[in-house]
């Protein structure tokens, strides 16, 4: 299968600070998602990118769409309490296949 | 609208029984998905259904099957249940392909013995 790399693993931040985390893949996408999922519950979509360099914003998450394809980033800026949880990025091919990272977890201090 | 819903919650099953997992959706997608979830890793693909009537393997198939009973159910069958397929298994569902958002299932815990 296609592998996407997602990194970093886990961050502890100061409530306030920005969050930095990117994927990178071997192979081309078409589409670029980032999902965030809470303990115990299903990924809830964040943003999705559908053009090569296009850059998306949703409150203070940011994310882009890289121009090689193969990678995007997720900034989110302030961080609050409720940002906790498991970050993942997912690409889409044509053929309705999706590949997920591997999760970046973030835990936010008050 | 309940959204995505998966039954059971938990299931614990011995080497060898098998089990079907349910998954319906009352938004009126078209496309409905399968993903296991381990440890450590992202979700892997199992099976999808891009509309009534059609199924097409994903990223890791082996020892599952499926079926889209009708638009709004589409069911994950484990034949002969192995330790590897204890995973969180996820069903999500959209209206169609192309720049259409995922919805997901709270997930099935399962566990084989």
């Known amino acids: 299968g296609q592998q996407l790399n997602q990194s970093p693993q886990s961050m502890f931040i100061q409530e306030g600070e920005d969050v930095s985390m990117n994927c990178t893949s071997s192979?081309?996408?078409?589409?670029w998602l980032w999902y965030k999922q809470d303990p115990g519950e299903g990924p809830v979509l964040l943003i999705a990118?559908?053009?090569?360099?296009e850059l998306t914003s949703n409150g203070r998450l940011t994310a882009q769409f890289g121009i090689t394809r193969k990678d995007s980033f997720l900034n989110i800026s302030a961080s609050i309490p409720s940002d906790v949880g498991i970050y993942f990025c997912?690409?889409?091919?044509?053929?309705?296949?999706?590949?997920f990272g591997t999760g970046t977890s973030l835990t936010v201090i008050p | 609208n309940a959204g995505v819903t998966q039954t059971p919650k938990f299931q614990v099953l011995k080497t060898g029984q098998s089990m079907t997992l349910q998954c319906a959706q009352d938004?009126?997608?078209?496309?409905m998905y399968w993903y296991r979830q381990d440890p450590g890793m992202g979700l892997r693909l199992i099976y999808y259904?891009?509309?009534?009537?059609?199924?097409d393997k994903g990223e890791v198939p082996n020892g599952y099957n499926v079926s889209r009973l009708n638009k709004r159910e589409f069911s994950l069958r484990l034949e002969s249940a192995a330790p590897s397929q204890t995973s969180v298994y996820f069903c999500?569902?959209?209206?169609?392909?192309?720049?259409?958002?995922?919805?997901f299932g709270p997930g099935t815990r399962l566990t084989v013995l």
């Open positions: 999500a569902s959209r209206f169609g392909t192309d720049y259409n958002e995922q919805f």
């Open positions: 990118l559908y053009k090569a360099g």
């Open positions: 192979s081309i996408f078409n589409t």
């Open positions: 938004m009126n997608h078209n496309s």
């Open positions: 997912a690409g889409e091919n044509t053929g309705n296949q999706f590949y």
């Open positions: 259904s891009a509309s009534e009537g059609t199924t």
